[in-house]
């Protein structure tokens, strides 16, 4: 009764009416589908020619070369994304006025400049290797949009928590520490994970300044005359391995998150039987 409660059942008509429109949704996404496949067949993507070149150990190396390269800017870019997001955080949650104005200046700044103008500043002007650059890009603009997460994160927790806490005679890293971020980071994982999946796809912005992340061995392999221009034999490779990191970061948030749901389940506390103690001075007498 109560799953029911907010919608009525849909009757016999209206059963007919969403299985039609059940049915039409389907029969246009596989005619799609199906008129993708064709133009795949008639411009000649599946030839042996265009997927020759996968089979080969190099191809597979270089592959597999730049996967653990984009593997690891990631890396890099998430971690220090996470600890500048965070410091920002603090910044613009100090009691000081020039901390706030400072960390806001900086995440206003770079969390409104294109990810790609930062990383050829920092490897043209700079003249910085690519993989430092690309991380230093990266860092910044991600760790300007983390820092607003943090930040809204924080201020979204109940405010009677935080004056619970001053009450005890905590002090304000106490407070932070014990009991605004914890209740706070539940709320922000989601956002926090979708900022880290677009880092992650960020990272094939690398290859414009040579890095030679999976992207750029992807390039490297379309741009083959010997092997007929295999442009979309890679796009097809290379999406779904893209596509996979980004549901793998998503099911790990999900998993965080149900452990710390579970986390914070109270276990029953099992309560001694009542025995027979001293009775309190006259509470045994009888008065007349």
């Not at 955080?89 to 400049?113: C, K, N, P, Q, Y």
């Amino acid at each position: 009764m109560t799953d029911t409660a907010l919608y009525d059942i849909p009757g016999p008509r209206a059963r007919r009416r969403h299985l039609v429109y059940g049915l039409a949704a389907t029969v246009v996404i596989l005619g799609i589908v199906a008129w993708v496949l064709y133009l795949l067949f008639d411009t000649h993507q599946f030839t042996a020619e265009k997927w020759r070149p996968f089979v080969y150990e190099g191809i597979q190396e270089m592959l597999l070369r730049g996967l653990g390269n984009t593997l690891k800017a990631f890396a890099y870019a998430a971690v220090l994304s996470l600890a500048l997001g965070g410091l920002l955080a603090a910044g613009r949650l100090s009691d000081h006025r020039i901390l706030r104005w400072i960390a806001t200046l900086f995440v206003e700044f770079f969390r409104a400049m294109p990810v790609l103008v930062m990383i050829f500043f920092v490897f043209v002007a700079l003249k910085v290797q690519p993989l430092p650059a690309l991380v230093t890009g990266l860092t910044l603009y991600n760790g300007s949009v983390l820092a607003e997460v943090f930040r809204s994160g924080v201020n979204s927790v109940d405010r009677g928590q935080r004056e619970a806490a001053y009450a005890l005679g905590m002090r304000k890293t106490q407070v932070m520490g014990h009991v605004l971020v914890p209740q706070a980071v539940r709320a922000m994982l989601p956002t926090i994970i979708s900022q880290l999946v677009v880092a992650l796809k960020d990272t094939s912005l690398g290859f414009l300044i040579t890095y030679e992340e999976f992207l750029h061995a992807g390039k490297l392999i379309a741009s083959n005359l010997d092997y007929g221009l295999p442009f979309i034999p890679v796009v097809m490779i290379i999406s779904p391995i893209y596509i996979g990191l980004c549901m793998l970061l998503s099911w790990l948030a999900t998993w965080v998150a149900k452990r710390q749901r579970r986390s914070l389940k109270t276990e029953a506390v099992e309560v001694a039987p009542a025995e027979p103690g001293t009775l309190l001075p006259g509470a045994g007498q009888i008065h007349p």
